[in-house]
């Protein structure tokens, strides 16, 4: 036996992905005592993430890449690190990791593992015959060779444990509320004049986002008479196969109405200029952080019904939800919003209540703790 302190090892494909989404959970790690080791490809965030305690290990893997002979270089070079570092406990974060790395943890011997499923995509949200054999494929994979009996999971809604077959009420499913947000970040600001009324998309600028769709349906208030501004805020993702390209970008900010101003770190700055923030979101979130930035600032949240935004979002309470896919439903949303400003205002104030009732960083560091406390109680 050694005096080691007992440790914590985060798996995730990126180190900005790691930054964006999950330093309250290194934060929550290092409140337990635990050392806490991050493996990433990294890029620009390693600062950031040792900012909070975390040691940083990089780990070059292409995550576009399907070929096997990647695929097992990534599975044999995870063994090693784990084999080396020998964690207390291993969280994978994404799929990618949760199965490269589940798969790694396995043969490294290592049995208590964290899943973090942050969302399904495409598998979340579709119905059709293509998604249930791939939903029969993962829970094939996640729950038959990468389970074990201190396997534990971490979801962001109550949609997705269902979608592997897992009760999200069982005694191995924990669910928070997103990454959460720190509401002190994010003041109230008093709502900008009305008319027009100003929406910001703050995402990735993908295609699965739903991007084209906010557009189009700006598009068609606008040819109804609707006043209304969009803006886009966000990059391409060059390593994404649903980028939108950033010519398609500009060329949408050439029409009336509509203005890509690319990304930003002023968060805050965007919801003080704003009305409502919108996500018509295609494919199924863990739960959007983008929601949870507008909601706690104040903002009418506009979304669409796919797992992780209807977590979030209760129809006419904190904004509207309209059906994925539907420019001409997103249209008619948009309509209504921009006839009543006192109904705005109304959801605005209630979504910032509902992130402070349990969606803040706070709650999710907190409830992470809890499960980390229990697979540590399991161990000998």
Same mark, same amino acid.
């Given at each position: ?13 990126e ?20 050392? /806490?080791?991050? /493996? ?22 292409d ?23 020998r $964690? ?13 790395g589940?798969l790694?943890?396995r ?38 060779g ?21 009760? $999200? ?24 004049? *009305? ?7 703050v ?9 084209d ?36 970008l500009? *060329? ?17 700055? /965007? ?39 209807r ?52 709650? /999710?560091?907190?409830?992470?703790k ?11």
């Amino acid at each position: 036996m050694t005096d080691r302190p007992r440790s914590v090892l985060f798996l995730v494909t990126e180190d900005w992905f790691f930054a964006s989404h999950f330093l309250p959970m290194a934060r929550a790690a290092r409140e337990m005592g635990l050392a /806490v080791t991050v /493996v990433a490809r990294v890029r620009a965030h390693r600062e950031v993430i040792e900012a909070t305690g975390a040691r940083v290990l990089a780990l070059e893997a292409d995550r576009r890449s399907m070929s096997p002979l990647a695929i097992l270089r990534t599975v044999g070079t995870m063994r090693r690190v784990l084999a080396e570092e020998r $964690p207390d406990i291993v969280h994978a974060i994404a799929l990618r990791s949760i199965v490269l790395g589940g798969l790694a943890a396995r043969l490294a011997g290592i049995a208590a593992r964290v899943y973090a499923l942050t969302g399904l995509g495409f598998l979340g949200a579709r119905r059709d015959a293509s998604a249930r054999v791939a939903r029969a494929g993962l829970r094939l994979v996640i729950r038959g060779g990468l389970e074990g009996r201190s396997t534990h999971y971490l979801f962001e809604n109550d949609d997705d444990p269902r979608l592997i077959g897992l009760d $999200p009420r069982a005694p191995n499913v924990t669910i928070v509320g997103g990454a959460g947000v720190e509401p002190g970040d994010y003041p109230v600001a008093p709502l900008p004049p *009305q008319p027009p009324l100003k929406i910001a998309v703050v995402a990735r600028m993908l295609w699965s986002k739903g991007i084209d769709l906010a557009v189009e349906a700006v598009r068609r208030a606008r040819a109804r008479g609707v006043a209304v501004e969009l803006s886009l805020f966000g990059a391409p993702d060059p390593d994404n196969p649903k980028a939108v390209p950033e010519a398609t970008l500009r *060329q949408w900010s050439d029409e009336p109405g509509i203005a890509w101003r690319g990304p930003t770190r002023d968060i805050a700055g /965007v919801w003080r200029e704003h009305h409502v923030c919108c996500l018509p979101s295609r494919g199924g979130e863990g739960l959007p952080r983008t929601l949870l930035e507008g909601a706690v600032s104040g903002r009418a949240v506009l979304t669409t019904d796919v797992p992780g935004c209807r977590a979030l979002v209760r129809d006419g309470i904190e904004g509207l939800v309209v059906p994925p896919d539907d420019a001409a439903a997103l249209a008619e949303a948009i309509a209504q919003l921009a006839a009543d400003p006192q109904r705005v205002a109304a959801m605005g104030a209630a979504a910032r209540a509902r992130v402070l009732d349990g969606f803040t960083e706070r709650h /999710v560091m907190d409830g992470l703790k809890d499960l980390y406390r229990r697979m540590l109680d399991e161990r000998p």
